[in-house]
């Protein structure tokens, strides 16, 4: 068993109204059942995601966060903007996002982005997995997966990592309930991640700084799923979810 994880060279600097299809495709010899990794920062700039804090108006909830916090009240009212509910404001600004998506800053970004300018994830991260998907494979005659990858931390951990922020053609998680283990016994709970999974492996090549790998194919893994898939699959439900439970029930006591 084995698969291979191939960056895609020679990417130019992404902008607005950019074919990521098309770049990719003309950059790649794509075969069936690859999956097409792509961080989502290429694909929020194709997108044109990007905003400057000129013009926006903090409200005073922006504006009492900020005093315990680094970040300018335009800044942190930008990320309310995009967000549900904020679950913690200091020392850190962990939201949930529109679309379900919890992570620090509403993955608000100024890396990676010339000037005074922010970047945003995509609106819809699935939707965009889907458009890209769909041309590949118009393009290609291949049946592929895509993957939309964002670097997020982790709770108990120092350090980031890879994760799935949308897909097209891939479940996110492997369901092992019902198979045995090595001694017979019936597994009950195990779910495996297998986009965050990709999205980690993949992020090894994608590289933090200026490595400019911003596509990577792994190939090797027979994922791909002819069923309508989405990232929120595997989204905890506020029901489920006993860290946020917590985290809400420590925000509205203090």
Excluded at 73 to 87: K, M, T, Y
Aim: glycine share 8%; with cysteine; proline share 3%.
């Amino acid at each position: 068993m084995k698969f291979e994880a191939i960056a895609v060279e020679n990417i130019p600097l992404i902008k607005k109204g950019d074919d990521i299809a098309q770049i990719i495709c003309e950059r790649s010899d794509i075969l069936d059942d690859d999956i097409i990794v792509i961080a989502s920062t290429i694909v929020g700039k194709a997108e044109g995601m990007t905003f400057t804090l000129e013009g926006i108006v903090p409200s005073a909830k922006a504006i009492e966060i900020s005093k315990n916090s680094k970040f300018s009240p335009n800044f942190i009212q930008a990320v309310l903007d995009r967000s549900n509910d904020c679950l913690i404001s200091s020392p850190i600004l962990l939201v949930e996002m529109k679309n379900g998506h919890t992570c620090i800053n509403a993955g608000i970004d100024e890396s990676n982005v010339e000037g005074a300018v922010f970047l945003e994830l995509p609106e819809d991260p699935d939707m965009s997995a889907e458009s890209i998907g769909k041309k590949i494979e118009i393009a290609t005659g291949m049946r592929i997966s895509v993957i939309i990858t964002d670097t997020n931390g982790r709770a108990f951990k120092i350090g980031q990592t890879g994760v799935a922020v949308g897909v097209y053609r891939l479940h996110p998680l492997k369901d092992w309930r019902g198979q045995k283990d090595l001694f017979g016994k019936e597994l009950k709970i195990t779910e495996e991640s297998v986009a965050d999974e990709i999205a980690g492996a993949a992020n090894l090549l994608m590289g933090e700084g200026n490595g400019g790998y911003p596509i990577v194919i792994v190939r090797g893994l027979k994922l791909r799923s002819d069923d309508d898939t989405s990232v929120k699959e595997m989204y905890r439900s506020d029901r489920e979810d006993l860290i946020k439970k917590s985290l809400k029930y420590l925000r509205d006591k203090a």
